[in-house]
């Protein structure tokens, strides 16, 4: 569950990137964050990984009060979380298996958990013939596929997606977003936040729209 | 563990140029100070070599018998900073002159002394700590039946300035090349890691500990640096032996000097490898740790 209670950011160069916006995604629910770029998108997906902490206001996540966890815990914050980017954030020194096998090496996970998890979760995206590859060999698809993966393979309660179709084709852009989808239905809470409207339109769902700082609707579409 | 351990060390493959780098510059950093610190050690042991030749002479009254020249020695042997006291009589003195006198002459020219040595009884004296000589000729100076002392008191002085200025250039070379060395050793450490700050922000945010990132670049820097030691300590004891070799071939300069030859490999081998590959594990160990700090803030 992620909700905002009258949060502003004010960035030290006088910025106002987040003004007064109260929000709440319940467990299980699918919605799409859309709004043009410098509307204040990466700033709450900054707030919500606890980068940066607002000016004002209150934030929960998965149960997690953001005012009083410190920093240096953060982790325990974002082991709750998957984490979907742009530009996928893989690891290129690292092949699939690992990428994916970081996240519970991180947490200390049984080896013969790990074992049976990641090839099970790299299946589940359908790369199970590329867990050797390494990202510099996949397409854009395929990277973000293995994206998917990492975020899946820990379980979260969210999944966090920043534009994940931004570096897509429109066919796959549908292929990612489908994913997402089908992980929101197995019960995990999907957060995406993205600017293309069309994908958007073609969902459905419940939709906020984040223009100047500010939240100016918030409703389902579709 | 074992898995970041092993992540450590395939690091340094996945990062080869770098790793290269960083052995070379750490490498080369030991080395300097190494030698440095040899030079110095070796300078040290000549300068101390013709210390050691020191000798203080006193020549004793005439009217000093046996009795109270045996009183004497005792008194000498117990004022601070003596060494060592002989005996050096006057017969033993004469007949040493004779013998140091290589001529033909030598037996016709010490008849004219006849049946009356001239020659007056002495101690040799041999004194500790050479810097300290002038309060300890003081009290010697204070018995009775001392006709005059003879000790090199100049040269000793020249010597010991000398010592002191080599130890205070030596420190300030030492110090600066040490400065240097961890400036430029962590300026590899951070270029090495900067490479990799994309990697330490997304594990940071797939939610990894600072421990858990950091411990593979401890392990990486650890490794390297003990490496580096290594290698520095062969380079160094090879070509420590093979710079002797070719010094000693001509000891003539060294034995007007009076030392004792350089200071021999199995005096520091060992300590060399161990100091080497410690320092080496240490500076690249934390340096490339504390780099990582920095990009530990996401």
Request: hydrophobic letters at 45%.
């Amino acid at each position: 569950m992620v909700e905002l209670r009258n949060v502003s950011v004010t960035y030290s160069n006088g910025v106002d990137a987040l003004h007064d916006v109260s929000l709440r995604i319940n467990d299980g629910e699918f919605a799409f964050v859309v709004g043009e770029s410098g509307a204040g998108k990466s700033t709450l997906i900054k707030l919500l990984l606890k980068e940066i902490t607002p000016t004002s206001g209150r934030i929960m996540v998965n149960g997690f009060n953001l005012e009083k966890l410190k920093k240096s815990k953060a982790h325990k914050l974002r082991r709750t979380i998957g984490f979907v980017f742009q530009d996928f954030k893989l690891i290129n020194t690292m092949n699939v298996y690992d990428n994916v096998a970081f996240v519970l090496r991180s947490i200390d996970a049984p080896i013969k958990y790990i074992r049976n998890r990641v090839p099970y979760v790299i299946s589940l995206v359908g790369l199970k013939d590329k867990a050797k590859s390494f990202p510099t060999e996949l397409s854009g698809g395929e990277q973000q596929r293995v994206a998917l993966a990492r975020a899946l393979v820990n379980d979260p309660q969210l999944i966090i997606a920043d534009e994940p179709t931004g570096n897509l084709d429109p066919k796959t852009s549908l292929e990612i977003v489908e994913l997402l989808k089908g992980i929101n239905e197995c019960g995990t809470t999907v957060m995406m936040v993205t600017h293309e409207h069309e994908l958007v339109r073609h969902f459905g769902g419940r939709t906020i729209t984040i223009k100047d700082g500010r939240i100016t609707f918030d409703d389902y579409i579709g | 563990m074992n898995y970041l351990f092993g992540q450590g060390m395939k690091n340094i493959w996945t990062n080869r140029i770098m790793s290269v780098a960083s052995f070379c510059i750490l490498s080369v950093s030991l080395l300097l100070i190494g030698f440095t610190l040899l030079f110095t050690a070796n300078i040290n042991r000549f300068v101390s070599g013709v210390e050691n030749k020191n000798e203080v002479v006193i020549f004793l009254d005439d009217n000093v018998d046996s009795t109270m020249a045996s009183a004497m020695e005792n008194t000498i042997k117990n004022i601070q900073n003596v060494e060592s006291v002989v005996f050096y009589s006057k017969d033993e003195a004469l007949e040493d002159m004779k013998n140091s006198m290589e001529s033909d002459n030598a037996d016709e020219l010490f008849s004219y002394v006849g049946e009356e040595n001239p020659l007056p009884d002495a101690f040799r004296i041999r004194i500790a700590d050479i810097e300290e000589i002038s309060p300890t000729l003081m009290d010697i100076n204070r018995l009775d039946g001392i006709d005059s002392i003879k000790s090199p008191t100049d040269f000793i002085n020249i010597l010991t300035g000398l010592k002191r200025f080599i130890g205070i250039v030596s420190a300030v070379i030492l110090l600066a090349l040490i400065l240097v060395s961890l400036v430029i050793i962590s300026n590899a450490a951070r270029a090495s890691v900067d490479i990799r700050k994309r990697e330490i922000a997304i594990m940071k945010l797939v939610g990894a500990t600072n421990t858990f990132i950091k411990v593979p670049f401890f392990v990486e820097g650890m490794f390297l640096g003990a490496l580096a030691g290594i290698f520095a300590s062969a380079v160094t004891c090879f070509g420590y032996s093979e710079l002797i070799k070719v010094l000693s071939q001509d000891m003539t300069i060294w034995s007007i000097m009076s030392v004792n030859g350089f200071i021999p490999m199995g005096e520091f081998a060992v300590k060399l490898v161990i100091g080497y590959a410690a320092a080496g594990m240490i500076i690249s160990g934390f340096g490339t740790v504390m780099s990582t700090r920095k990009y530990l803030k996401v």
